[in-house]
């Protein structure tokens, strides 16, 4: 069966919750061992001392470890990609953070697409440096296959650990070659004899229109505030990918104590059961609003996922390894920042608000608020500049969407 019908009772027995049609909240934060020698297993099972019997399931310990809501949403969420396994965290850096601290050490160097998230640029600038880790850029402009030669000629090439992108990027929607990226991790680990990661933060597009692990990629980063939840009512993140990878980022999940609570979990299972309906309502909805925005006077340029906009190779690339422009639209308005703050402040339908991937159209000016801690000389080369507004386009009707953005384009 497909994803979209499993969403509904994978991993769940309503024979072991009075036979509830949906799985209860296991709002507890321990379990009862049937006897001291389960008691015992399960942590040797829990700590890796012993290897699972057969089909054997891990048992319930302490939420901190495992929970049934926490449990059940993660073997849904890996069945969008076919990855081996998911791991749940608290919000979405909490997600990337670990991820970066699972597999860098003093030494190593992070290869990193810019732009990213601002919180994502600012822990990668601000902490990372600080516990020795050194960072480098790549950008949608730079030519990889010449990187990958650069690379593996370079003994310093053997200190890279992890490569990290962020595609389509935030809040610009440039798109990284995936397989491109998939190339240089092999040809790294090849040349130097070295384990190399690949993550891909695939928050604007995944899991339903882009699956990174099918280009080589170790995991997919996300934070499901977004799209995974598309109710604006939570916060949440998580990593999808191999059973080496997930296992290692569960491992040091477990002693930081950021996995997401079983409420949380809860919320989560119940949006992913209408994930692909909202993602697809939201993509199509997208399409009439960059219509109207590349038509619009006031607007000068439209930065959408594989739009023409975006220049031939970028097209490339993204018929490549998607299969929708998805609903994140960036666009510049005619006279900066007073023009864009112009646009925010005369929305009515649309909200000015951050986040982004919720049922209701979210409005926001990245050079001043989710991208404020980027230094503006690094904003103005990456394009984002106080002209751009980014949209994240919701349920509603386009027709009405349109009308609100016309009304305060008008106003230019």
Same mark, same amino acid.
């Given at each position: 069966?497909?994803?979209?019908?499993?969403?509904?009772?994978?991993?769940?027995?309503?024979?072991?919750?009075?036979?509830?049609?949906?799985?209860?909240?296991?709002?507890?934060?321990?379990?009862?061992?049937?006897?001291?020698?389960?008691?015992?297993?399960?942590?040797? !099972?829990?700590?890796?001392?012993?290897?699972?019997?057969?089909?054997?399931?891990?048992?319930?310990?302490?939420?901190?470890?495992?929970?049934?809501?926490?449990?059940?949403?993660?073997?849904?969420?890996?069945?969008?990609?076919?990855?081996?396994?998911?791991?749940?965290?608290?919000?979405?850096?909490?997600?990337?953070?670990?991820?970066?601290?699972?597999?860098?050490?003093?030494?190593?160097?992070?290869?990193?697409?810019?732009?990213?998230?601002?919180?994502?640029?600012?822990?990668?600038?601000?902490?990372?440096?600080? &516990?020795?880790?050194?960072?480098?850029?790549?950008?949608?402009?730079? +030519?990889?296959?010449?990187?990958?030669?650069?690379?593996?000629?370079?003994?310093?090439?053997?200190?890279?650990?992890? &490569?990290?992108?962020?595609?389509?990027?935030?809040?610009?929607?440039?798109?990284?070659?995936?397989?491109?990226?998939?190339?240089?991790?092999?040809?790294?680990?090849?040349?130097?004899?070295?384990?190399?990661?690949?993550?891909?933060?695939?928050?604007?597009?995944?899991?339903?229109?882009?699956?990174?692990?099918?280009?080589?990629?170790?995991?997919?980063?996300?934070?499901?505030?977004?799209?995974?939840?598309?109710?604006?009512?939570?916060?949440?993140?998580?990593?999808?990918?191999?059973?080496?990878?997930?296992?290692?980022?569960?491992?040091?999940?477990?002693?930081?104590?950021?996995?997401?609570?079983?409420?949380?979990?809860?919320?989560?299972?119940?949006?992913?059961?209408?994930?692909?309906?909202?993602?697809?309502?939201?993509?199509?909805?997208?399409?009439?609003?960059?219509?109207?925005?590349?038509?619009?006077?006031?607007?000068?340029?439209?930065?959408?996922?594989?739009?023409?906009?975006?220049?031939?190779?970028?097209?490339? &690339?993204?018929?490549?390894?998607?299969?929708?422009?998805?609903?994140?639209?960036?666009?510049?308005?005619?006279?900066?920042?007073?023009?864009?703050?112009?646009?925010?402040?005369?929305?009515?339908?649309?909200?000015?608000?951050?986040?982004?991937?919720?049922?209701?159209?979210?409005?926001?000016?990245?050079?001043?608020?989710?991208?404020?801690?980027?230094?503006?000389?690094?904003?103005?080369?990456?394009?984002?500049? +106080?002209?751009?507004?980014?949209?994240?386009?919701?349920?509603?009707?386009?027709?009405?969407?349109?009308?609100? !953005?016309?009304?305060?384009? +008008?106003?230019?």
């Amino acid at each position: 069966m497909q994803p979209e019908s499993l969403m509904m009772t994978h991993g769940y027995v309503p024979e072991w919750s009075e036979n509830a049609v949906k799985c209860p909240i296991y709002q507890t934060s321990t379990f009862v061992f049937p006897n001291a020698e389960a008691g015992k297993r399960f942590f040797a !099972l829990a700590y890796g001392k012993l290897e699972p019997n057969s089909g054997e399931q891990p048992g319930l310990i302490y939420s901190r470890l495992n929970n049934p809501n926490l449990q059940i949403l993660e073997e849904r969420l890996a069945l969008w990609e076919q990855a081996d396994g998911a791991a749940v965290f608290e919000s979405g850096m909490s997600a990337i953070s670990t991820v970066f601290l699972t597999f860098l050490k003093p030494g190593d160097r992070l290869l990193i697409s810019n732009p990213v998230y601002g919180g994502t640029h600012h822990f990668v600038h601000h902490y990372l440096p600080s &516990i020795g880790v050194h960072v480098e850029h790549f950008t949608a402009d730079t +030519d990889l296959a010449a990187l990958q030669k650069e690379l593996c000629a370079d003994p310093r090439g053997a200190q890279i650990k992890l &490569i990290y992108a962020e595609t389509p990027a935030n809040p610009t929607n440039d798109v990284i070659d995936l397989k491109a990226l998939g190339a240089l991790k092999k040809a790294l680990a090849a040349q130097f004899g070295t384990e190399v990661r690949l993550a891909v933060d695939n928050t604007y597009l995944g899991p339903i229109w882009q699956k990174p692990m099918e280009f080589g990629a170790d995991m997919s980063c996300y934070s499901a505030t977004k799209f995974l939840s598309g109710h604006s009512d939570l916060i949440a993140g998580a990593v999808t990918g191999t059973a080496e990878s997930i296992t290692a980022i569960k491992t040091l999940r477990t002693f930081l104590g950021n996995m997401a609570s079983p409420n949380t979990c809860w919320l989560l299972t119940r949006s992913l059961e209408t994930l692909k309906i909202r993602m697809t309502r939201q993509a199509e909805n997208a399409l009439h609003v960059v219509r109207f925005l590349e038509s619009h006077p006031k607007v000068s340029r439209v930065y959408f996922p594989g739009w023409a906009s975006q220049g031939d190779e970028q097209v490339r &690339i993204h018929q490549q390894q998607s299969s929708s422009h998805g609903a994140m639209i960036s666009f510049d308005v005619l006279g900066g920042e007073a023009s864009a703050f112009t646009v925010l402040n005369n929305l009515h339908l649309v909200k000015l608000a951050v986040s982004l991937g919720s049922n209701e159209s979210l409005a926001q000016h990245p050079y001043h608020m989710t991208h404020a801690d980027m230094p503006e000389d690094e904003k103005n080369s990456l394009h984002l500049t +106080d002209a751009m507004i980014r949209l994240s386009v919701g349920i509603e009707d386009p027709e009405d969407l349109i009308h609100d !953005l016309r009304q305060a384009l +008008d106003l230019l």
